[in-house]
């Protein structure tokens, strides 16, 4: 399949680094990385710790190195990484010397990878369904264009070996199926026609999870495929809160958000018109991060 050149257009606007996967002063240490994409989920697993699995890593974490969870911008987790330890990206760090984080980190990192090698790469944000647990777990996962193929591929870089063993994927994690990893706008789409009981998306850990708790993800997915990839916890504008009834205006708004993010190339003008023109959708400068229980700068 040829790529027409609305696509190219599109492509172009993945492949630039933003305010979140800019890699700023350590855009020469990237050139040293591999191009291959299943080289490159290595890397990011070789400088990352997931904070809830770290347990299975025989890392226990403490509060202060728990706290890089918080830290949004991917030049900012670099440079918190190479105070630590200044050799390589690609040179792995054992586990207790990984930064903590979660699949949003995982996530970022490796788009900021790819675009740094001149792929087009984006987050999605969404649900899992492969976690062991029945239920579609709040994910998030990256996806890049497969220039041979001419298709977007969804990349899981957070399930290492280890987490093969705790969670066994039935899959091919460099190329997710469309089924077993959902964005948000298709767990709302499948909510809304009767398809799926939205209390199954969440986590279910904390048994949360619901059509507020999709709504939220759908603006964080809409977010990311503007370039403001935010953390999991990070609340502003329309997202309503734990459990809170969406009103009918909201149900019409989100309803149409699902649509554009479900197929984000076809409608990729008026997802970008919406988000820069309505202030409830925009990622502010500041958000409200509901881990912490504060107002937070975004690129702090």
Request: glycine letters at 8%.
């Amino acid at each position: 399949m040829a790529t027409d050149q609305t696509t190219r257009h599109h492509l172009d606007y993945f492949v630039r680094p933003a305010g979140m996967t800019s890699v700023g002063q350590y855009a020469p240490l990237f050139d040293a990385l591999p191009t291959d994409v299943a080289d490159l989920v290595r890397v990011a697993q070789g400088l990352l710790l997931h904070e809830h699995i770290a347990p299975a890593y025989g890392v226990t974490l403490s509060d202060e190195r728990r706290g890089t969870v918080h830290i949004r911008p991917v030049e900012r987790l670099l440079g918190r990484l190479l105070e630590e330890d200044d050799r390589p990206l690609a040179t792995a760090r054992r586990p207790a010397g990984r930064l903590a984080g979660n699949c949003r980190h995982f996530t970022v990192v490796m788009v900021a990878m790819l675009r740094a090698h001149g792929v087009p790469a984006r987050a999605r944000c969404g649900f899992g369904g492969y976690f062991g647990t029945g239920t579609f777990e709040d994910h998030w996962v990256c996806e890049y264009w497969h220039g041979a193929d001419a298709r977007w591929v969804l990349v899981d870089a957070q399930i290492d070996d280890v987490q093969r063993g705790l969670f066994r994927p039935d899959f091919d994690l460099l190329d997710v199926p469309r089924d077993r990893f959902l964005v948000a706008g298709d767990a709302w789409a499948r909510s809304r026609a009767g398809d799926a009981d939205p209390t199954t998306f969440g986590l279910s850990f904390l048994r949360e999870g619901g059509l507020w708790f999709i709504a939220g993800n759908l603006l964080r997915d809409l977010a990311a495929l503007n370039a403001t990839e935010m953390l999991p916890w990070d609340v502003w504008g329309a997202m309503p809160g734990p459990g809170e009834p969406i009103e009918d205006d909201h149900l019409e708004l989100f309803d149409r958000l699902a649509a554009i993010t479900r197929e984000p190339d076809a409608a990729f003008a008026e997802l970008r018109a919406r988000y820069e023109g309505d202030d409830r959708l925009r990622v502010p400068a500041t958000v409200y991060n509901a881990v912490l229980g504060r107002d937070d700068a975004v690129l702090h």
